[in-house]
């Protein structure tokens, strides 16, 4: 009974990261061949981009709990927490030890995706315990022997996963959660995003009292200040317009998008992840209205929107659709060498996503991803600049030199 019982738990927890973030980003639990036995690879793994965060999670059903002292209570929170901790290093160990392509991942989304230990440069764990915690504030610090980690309530991180519906902005939480809290009370994650927030919106310093945070502080900063939110405004559903992005990469046809390759998919969905909450509403809002307005006069519209990490090239049109993925790629390329051509860095991405009008019968998503420099003459800068139009640069390089990376 109380395996099955972790065993849904544990489910639920990879469901509600799964449900709330990016499908493509949580990834089961794999059992590896080492020597003669086989090691469990993570109760379950957020992986975006270069960061792994490894999942542990310990339950205790309530009926066990119900009949033990506070201080017996204490005892299996620390024991629970010491062993969860010691089972993620050893889950690094097998990740950093593996050699590319031996072991192969499986996402929510049911994309299998071959590990490449060589791709991250850090780990981190995330102690999960479904139990009610002792009633004097426990607060177990952050474990940093060999992986950075640490611990909350089952039910705070279903409260992250909702505030922050991205696996990119959970990824970043935990990092900027390390950094910041040394130690936080057991069912206290609510109030110590508010902090992080504040701190990092008003430069006001974080600090925990001794006696703990009020229960009401994270709903109190949400009332004062709920542009800080995905959800604070009428507005914010057009958000949803890049989760359906995501999920239209899934979707793709391999004819008409470069999303074969798991790992090329991959990176066209951390892409579309790594977009601030709060920007995706202004783009969503603007590619709605494009839409819309070629749905109702017809043709062709391409947009430019500049993110924190690149460019996203989006293209609505009424064109047979091989034809608006053959515009998609001209145009995307254009618009990526003329960034280089201007000074970006030849690190730059740019993504170019097509979708037909509004509205319409059905919907597709297409995408072409370009990353690096590009080598470019003069006759073709002219033909480039004749076709697609100049765009000014200036301004995009000032916007990039100004985000964190």
């Known amino acids: 009974m109380a395996d099955s019982y972790g065993i849904d738990v544990e489910r639920w927890l990879r469901e509600v990261a799964a449900h709330h973030g990016v499908a493509d980003f949580v990834f089961r639990s794999v059992n590896v061949s080492k020597g003669k036995a086989k090691r469990e690879v993570g109760d379950f793994l957020l992986w975006v981009g270069d960061v792994v965060a490894i999942i542990s999670s310990k339950s205790r059903e309530p009926a066990a709990a119900a ?61 999960l315990v479904h139990a009610a915690p002792p009633e004097d504030d426990l607060a177990p610090p952050i474990m940093n022997n060999a992986v950075p980690a640490i611990a909350m309530l089952a039910d705070d991180w279903d409260f992250l996963n909702q505030v922050l519906p991205s696996t990119m902005s959970v990824i970043r939480y935990l990092g900027r959660r390390l950094r910041y809290i040394p130690a936080c009370p057991m069912g206290a994650e609510s109030a110590v995003l508010a902090l992080i927030l ?55 046809d391999p004819h008409f998008s470069d999303t074969a390759d798991p790992r090329a998919y991959m990176r066209i969905v951390e892409f579309l992840d790594r977009i601030p ?35 996203l090239i989006f293209v609505t049109d009424d064109a047979d659709r091989a034809d608006r993925a053959e515009y998609i790629k001209h145009v995307t390329f254009a618009r990526h060498s003329q960034a280089l051509d201007g000074g970006a860095p030849e690190s730059l991405m740019t993504l170019g996503i097509g979708t037909e009008p509004i509205p319409t019968d059905g919907r597709s998503h297409d995408f072409v991803m370009i990353q690096g420099g590009i080598q470019s003459d003069s006759d073709f800068r002219t033909r480039r600049d004749e076709l697609f139009q100049p765009i000014d640069v200036e301004p995009m390089l000032e916007y990039w030199a100004t985000q964190s990376p």
């Open 198 to 252: 504040e701190h990092e919106s008003t430069g006001t310093p974080i600090s925990i009292p001794h006696l703990g945070l009020p229960k009401d502080h994270f709903a109190r900063v949400a009332t004062e200040h709920p542009d800080w939110f995905l959800g604070g405004d009428p507005d914010d559903h057009f958000s949803f317009v890049i989760s359906a992005m995501i999920e239209g990469a899934a979707d793709a």
């Open 67 to 127: 009949r033990e002292t506070q201080e017996r209570r204490r005892k299996w929170f620390n024991k629970q927490i010491t062993d969860a901790y010691d089972e993620i290093i050893g889950v690094a160990r097998t990740l950093k030890s593996a050699a590319a392509g031996t072991i192969v991942l499986e996402s929510e989304r049911g994309v299998r995706v071959p590990w490449d230990p060589g791709a991250i440069t850090d780990y981190v764990g995330v102690v």
């Open 277 to 311: 909450l709060l920007n995706r509403v202004t783009i969503g809002r603007a590619v709605i209205e494009r839409c819309q307005r070629v749905g109702s006069s017809g043709g062709r519209i391409a947009s430019r929107f500049v993110v924190p990490h690149g460019m």
